[in-house]
């Protein structure tokens, strides 16, 4: 599909439009969209994908920044009367609002300058998210699905984890879009768990001993959680001090955040209220 001659894409907004129509296929074929599905596509641009799962699931409901591409959806799919759009930034946007009697289904070819931080939005609503398939820089999506002793692990991969099944699916070259983008892409799916395998006590308490361990991934860990956690309290975790942050599992995380819990709470004046 390609650009509209009264549309162009916005750096502001990261826009690089997907035009192959073979690209376009292959994907909503991994996403295999039902007509009773609760579908919402985020940034559906000059509505590519967007085409092809209306022709499926004529609910569809999509979340677009730009004002001038809504008109362009509007006139485009005037003849999908139950087709919404809901003009909005999506890294604020309550996706909860949009959930009816079946979790959701989201998808998107997500800008590449917000999309680290949109993913982080979206995990804090996974619970109720049937499955997200989005297109990313090729980079990120190796960052979400890295495993321990990686050089992509990190933040990014601990906390989808924490909360998703990562699947990336396959790469997308640049000349599947206009304008090309500078970087390889990838499709990648995630489906939150059914049940967490390992439930941290406190999420933000994790969050901020991964964030902090990664601020600092090329020292030990003896140093990098030295704020936080004693060298006594990672051997009675049997966590080697010595190791980097890129080491531990996701499991080891949530020990130290949970033992971080424990402790405040030992430390709680009886009936006392405890603000964090």
Same mark, same amino acid.
């Given at each position: 599909?390609?650009?509209?001659?009264?549309h162009q894409a916005r750096k502001r907004f990261g826009?690089?439009?997907?035009?192959?129509?073979? *690209?376009?296929?292959?994907i909503v074929r991994a996403i295999n969209p039902k007509a009773d599905d609760a579908m919402v596509e985020i940034g559906p641009g000059l509505g590519a994908i967007t085409e092809e799962i209306l022709a499926v699931n004529p609910r569809l409901q999509v979340v677009e920044l730009d004002r001038d591409l809504i008109p362009v959806l509007r006139t485009k799919f005037f003849n999908y009367p139950e087709f919404r759009i809901h003009e909005a930034d999506a890294l604020t946007f309550d996706f909860r609002q949009l959930v009816t009697d079946r979790p959701l289904r989201i998808i998107g070819n997500l800008p590449y300058n917000i999309s680290t931080p949109l993913i982080f939005h979206l995990l804090s609503q996974a619970g109720v998210v049937q499955d997200m398939h989005f297109m990313l820089q090729?980079?990120? *999506?190796q960052r979400m699905a890295a495993v321990p002793g990686d050089n992509n692990y990190g933040r990014?991969?601990?906390?989808?984890?924490?909360?998703?099944?990562?699947?990336?699916?396959f790469e997308v070259g640049p000349g599947a879009f206009r304008p090309a983008p500078k970087v390889d892409s990838a499709i990648v799916r995630l489906v939150p768990h059914s049940t967490l395998p390992h439930p941290a006590r406190d999420l933000e308490t994790l969050q901020r001993v991964v964030r902090t361990a990664f601020n600092a991934r090329r020292k030990t860990l003896r140093k990098a959680l030295a704020g936080l956690?004693?060298?006594a309290q990672l051997q009675q975790l049997n966590i080697n001090d010595g190791l980097r942050p890129e080491n531990l599992a996701l499991a080891d995380f949530v020990a130290i955040a949970d033992m971080l819990v424990e402790n405040r709470a030992g430390s709680e004046p009886t009936g006392g209220e405890h603000d964090d």
């Open positions: 599909m390609s650009n509209k001659p009264g826009q690089n439009f997907l035009h192959d129509p073979g *690209v376009i296929e292959r090729k980079e990120v *999506v990014l991969g601990i906390m989808t984890q924490y909360f998703c099944k990562v699947q990336p699916l956690v004693t060298v």
